[in-house]
């Protein structure tokens, strides 16, 4: 019995789905140029496909799961179990006009001609606006089509927002944020959802890892306490002895996002020589 994955063939999402693998100790070096490859150390078939297929090939069980863009799987609309949000391949859906246009609401969009590959996408986010807009469907180079006369706006993807730049275009709405995620055929028996479950377990555990940091610290001993309150890690944080006097080492994990806040006030009550180093995995 095997778990059968499909990931994208060549393009944004291929490299991190593969380093994804590569990191929950699944090694599919062999045959990435192929259509299928095996993995060497885990009951685990990999499909690489163009990422548009993977909905319906998910939906359908040619896949059991798949890393797909939230944007192509919300235009797809396929009947398939979104199972985690995986961090990268961030991107948004944005609308976008030509730079000397005026935009002071999206009642401004209203009879323009819009071109985009996410005509689902963009149909409902105007209709929920109450905007009446002419969508135009292209599947390749939106952001030219208003340079050429094709349309008046476009709605594409934006991640660093260079490429409307460069086509003299500006972002004036944000209709979808979008990241990869994994999903899920919602029919998958019970041999299959326990291989999906230990791969699950370790995607969280780079996920966590990779949002919390191993922090090291040494304190007056007379400050522990409300270090300790600053730093309540997984557990409690673990305290040592140092040589000196007086002095304890503190190790604990802190929130990525937190850090240097709690970095501010670690200081303001006296912890010197502070260390703080990635985790590599972490299992809560
Ligand atoms: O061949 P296949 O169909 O598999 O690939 P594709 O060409 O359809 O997709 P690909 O590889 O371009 O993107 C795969 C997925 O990556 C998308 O579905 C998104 O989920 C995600 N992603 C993240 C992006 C971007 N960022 C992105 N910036 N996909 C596309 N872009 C394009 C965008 O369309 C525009 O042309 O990049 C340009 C804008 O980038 P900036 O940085 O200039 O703003
Ligand atoms: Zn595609």
């Known amino acids: 019995m095997k778990l059968k994955i499909a990931i994208q063939k060549s393009g944004r999402l291929s490299e991190e789905s593969i380093r994804l693998l590569k990191d929950c100790g699944i090694d ?19 499909f690489f496909l163009r990422d548009d297929d993977i909905p319906q090939y998910v939906e359908d069980g040619v896949a059991d799961i798949g890393i797909v863009g939230e944007n192509v799987l919300l235009e797809k609309n396929k009947n398939v179990k979104t ?9 948004r ?9 005026t935009f002071n609401s999206i009642k401004d969009l209203n009879k323009l001609r819009i071109a985009t590959s996410y005509s689902s996408i963009l149909s409902h986010y105007l209709k929920k606006k109450k905007v009446k807009a002419e969508i135009h469907e292209i599947s390749g180079s939106v952001e030219i089509a208003p340079g050429i006369g094709l349309a008046d706006a476009i709605c594409d993807l934006v991640s660093s927002g260079s490429t409307l730049l460069s086509n003299g275009l500006k972002e004036v709405e944000v209709v979808l944020r979008s990241e990869a995620v994994l999903v899920s055929n919602k029919n998958l028996n019970k041999d299959k959802k326990e291989l999906l479950n230990k791969l699950l377990f370790r995607i969280k555990a780079l996920r966590s890892a990779k949002s919390n940091k191993y922090i090291l610290l040494n304190a007056p001993n007379k400050k522990l306490k409300a270090i300790c309150d600053i730093l309540p890690g997984m557990k409690s944080p673990t305290i040592l002895p140092l040589e000196e006097k007086g002095w304890s080492s503190v190790h604990s994990v802190v929130k990525e996002d937190q850090f240097w806040d709690i970095i501010e006030k670690l200081k303001d009550n ?5 260390l703080v180093v990635p985790i590599e995995k972490m299992i809560v």
Do not use: H, M
């Open 93 to 101: 859906l944005s609308i976008a006009i030509p730079r000397d246009k």
């Open 270 to 274: 006296g912890a010197q020589g502070i």
């Open 83 to 91: 199972v985690e949000k995986l961090g990268f391949g961030k991107c």
């Open 28 to 46: 599919i070096s062999n045959g990435l140029n192929k259509l299928k490859a095996e993995a060497a150390n885990f009951p685990l078939e990999v």
